[in-house]
Each structure stands twice: as C-alpha cells, then as structure tokens.
C-alpha cells in the first residue's frame, strides 16, 4: 500500500437540485477526493482554508486518518461555489464563484509529502499542478483533473501538465474541447497522444471509457433512481480511482485500473444521493461491497 499526495480546493457549496438545495455545505474538490480515497489507501491534502472553516468541517478528514499537515489557513474567507442543476443533471449551471483565500492559493509541499508515490492533481489552475510537479520527488504514478475554464484560458500550461501525467481524468464535455471530438471514444484516442499512458472520461449516468495503449474498457454508472446531488461525483469517483491503485501499488497495469474504475463507478454512486459529502461520510465497507456485488450482477453477461 502507498500513499496518496492530493492538492485541490476545499469549499464550501451552495448547491440547487430538483430534490431541494443547501446552503455552504461541505464540498471542494481535495474533500470529496480524500474522504473516499481514505477508504483505500492513506491520503495527505494539500490546500487552503479561510478563517470561517469550521474545526468540525477539519476533522471529517483527520477522523479519516487523513494528514492535513500540507493544509495553509489564511486570513480571509474560504472558497465558495454556488450551482444549480435543472433538467441536465449531468451539467451544473453556475450561479457564483467566490475564489476568497483560493485566489492566491500557492501549493507548497512538506518534505513528507514530496514523497507521495500516488499524486492527484486536482482542477486546480495547471500553472500551480506544474509547482507541484516541480515539488514531487519520483512519483511512481501521477493523475490530474480539469475544467472547461482551464481548457479554454490556458491550455498550453495545461497541455504541459498533461504532457507529464500518467493517467488523465476529465468529463465529456472537457474531452470534447481538448480535442474537438463529439465521440468518447474518439476523444480518448486524441487524449493519448497528448501525454497520458491512460485516459478515464467520466460520462455522469452513462458510466466511463477507460483508455489504455492496450484496450478499451465501458462501463454504464451503477443506477440510481434518485439523484439528489451529482456534485463532486467526479472528485469521488477519481479518490476511489487512485485509492483502489495506491491499495494495490500495482501501477498501470490493466486489471488494476479497470478494478479501479469499477470502484471509481460505486463510490460516486453513492456521492449522488445526498448533498454535500453526507452520504460518504455514514458510509461502510461492507455498503461499498454489497453494491459492488450488485453492479457485477447488473453488468455481467
């Protein structure tokens, strides 16, 4: 088993769904990470919190065992995101971006955490995923997520950060506008030529395609039949990804990221049916182990 380094936001959400809304509740993008990647593997976070960022809302990670020695608490409010999703649950409208602390956000890494085997670089801006790059010594595996604003204001330092990853994670839309593909398909083969030694594009209910220089590998999302919240599915789906890799220290191996997806699939599941982190955080092993019994059941011929 190895460690896993994640750097991305830690924030706070106002989010609107048909199922009803929440005011400043728990999110960012390293919370929903480390708190399902926590289950696998142990997990250092490296971010910045405002003066408002409650003890109790800390400890949702330090009770998981998660290191937040890496965590900067600076003089101002934390990052704020408020969204609504109507209709298209798959795509959330945003309503306000408050970047507060985030906005001057400058990642330094501890000596201990310069070490981390597994690195995940959360949607951060890709020139701060190039200092942390910069920080890292010997990785055996790097991951990296990304947004449609990065794509579309700065991609050549984005496409740098690419160029030294190992597995990329993105949504449909954001693998259409790197690469100009409407197919998933298509877009993954494009992606690869672009750094990544395999490529994970995240497709909300229709699942995944995993794309390695070997195969392909699709997947449908488990079903639920009431989503209340898809915010940070993403985020879960990418912390089981990289604690199922960091629990096995197999590396790229194939069956380990398909293993990895398949765990990436159950946890956002679960991600999905309450605001927030609330689901995730009453969650068990053996919940994780009776749906993952019953999505093998579900896609097996």
Same mark, same amino acid.
């Given at each position: ?15 609107? !769904? ?50 937040? *020695?890496?965590?900067?608490?600076? *003089?101002?409010? !934390? ?66 997520? !990304?947004?449609?604003?990065?794509? *579309? ?34 877009? *993954? ?81 679960? !991600? ?30």
């Amino acid at each position: 088993m190895s460690d896993i380094l994640v750097v991305g936001s830690l924030a706070y959400d106002s989010v609107k !769904t048909p199922a009803g809304q929440v005011d400043r509740a728990l999110g960012g993008s390293a919370n929903y990470f480390a708190v399902v990647a926590s289950m696998f593997a142990p997990v250092k976070v490296v971010g910045v919190v405002g003066e408002d960022y409650a003890a109790s809302d800390l400890a949702v990670l330090t009770s998981r065992g998660v290191d937040v *020695s890496g965590l900067q608490k600076k *003089s101002g409010k !934390t990052f704020h995101w408020a969204g609504a999703y109507d209709g298209d649950m798959n795509e959330a409208q945003t309503l306000a971006t408050e970047l507060n602390v985030f906005a001057d956000f400058n990642p330094e890494l501890p000596a201990t955490h310069r070490q981390a085997r597994y690195v995940f670089l959360a949607n951060i801006d890709p020139e701060l995923q190039l200092k942390v790059l910069d920080q890292v010594e010997r990785p055996r595996l790097v991951g990296m997520d !990304t947004m449609n604003f990065w794509i *579309s204001s700065k991609l050549p330092a984005l496409r740098k950060v690419m160029e030294r990853i190992d597995v990329l994670l993105i949504n449909e839309k954001e693998g259409e506008l790197l690469t100009g593909k409407t197919n998933a398909i298509a877009a *993954s083969l494009e992606l690869m030529k672009m750094g990544p030694k395999a490529v994970v594009i995240k497709r909300g209910e229709y699942g995944f395609v995993l794309r390695t220089a070997e195969e392909f590998f699709i997947l449908p999302a488990f079903p639920v039949a009431e989503v209340v919240d898809p915010t940070g599915a993403g985020d879960s789906f990418a912390g089981a990804f990289f604690g199922t890799l960091a629990k096995s220290d197999a590396g790229l191996s194939v069956a380990a990221l398909k293993e990895a997806c398949v765990n990436g699939c159950l946890l956002a599941s679960f !991600t999905v049916q309450d605001f927030s982190i609330r689901r995730l955080t009453q969650l068990t092993w053996a919940d994780v182990q009776e749906r993952g019994g019953a999505f093998e059941r579900i896609t097996r011929r």
